[in-house]
């Protein structure tokens, strides 16, 4: 499957070698960490495991796939997105984003998720995406929100993280629902 997407300002595409000093520059910014599953400091043999792997994953029943966004205007590899199409029920995926903090509030991920949100239900026919969040990590439900997804649930201290109970936002998008881009 063709993984290289163009959007307006943006090129989404796998990983490549190239991508490593920028990936663990934010892999170790602690605001980009805060939310995330990984901490703090990000080793450089994970970042290198993490793009030997992604440079040849696939969207497949089961499998993380991670595209780095990479800026049309400087060439910079600016953050990623990930997919997860769920084993149980492939017409089901998780999706994941970050970005560099130097890239926020320009609207980057809006951008990039609505090309994968096209990918998802246009072309993979999928029938639902979900996102969860943490309920503090405000910049990330706003994203869902204006991208139009459907907060399903509130769950009140259900995940020990990072040292303490945190609670999460449940977001959906159902296929019927997607709004593809003109
Ligand atoms: C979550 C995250 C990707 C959101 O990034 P973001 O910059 O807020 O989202 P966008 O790129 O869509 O930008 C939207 C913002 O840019 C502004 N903006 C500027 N130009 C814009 C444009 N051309 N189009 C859309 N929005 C634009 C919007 O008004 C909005 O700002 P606001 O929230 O103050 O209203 C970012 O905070 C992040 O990487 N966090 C760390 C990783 C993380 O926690 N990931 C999620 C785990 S669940």
Known sequence: MNLRFQTKRLL???FQDS???LFLAYRNDPEVARYQGWSVPYPRQAALDFIAE???AQIQPGNWLQLALELQANGETIGDVAIHQMKSDPRQAYLGYSLARAYWGQGYASEAIRAVLDLLFAE???HRVVAEC????EASWRLLERLGF???AHLHENI???GAYGSEYHYAMLG???KPND
């Open 12 to 14: 989404l595409r796998p």
């Open 19 to 21: 991508d490593l000093e």
């Open 54 to 56: 992604m440079k040849t």
């Open 124 to 126: 993979l026919n999928l």
């Open 134 to 137: 943490d309920v503090e990590n």
């Open 150 to 152: 459907r907060r399903e």
């Open 160 to 162: 020990f993280f990072k």
């Open 176 to 178: 019927r629902d997607w």
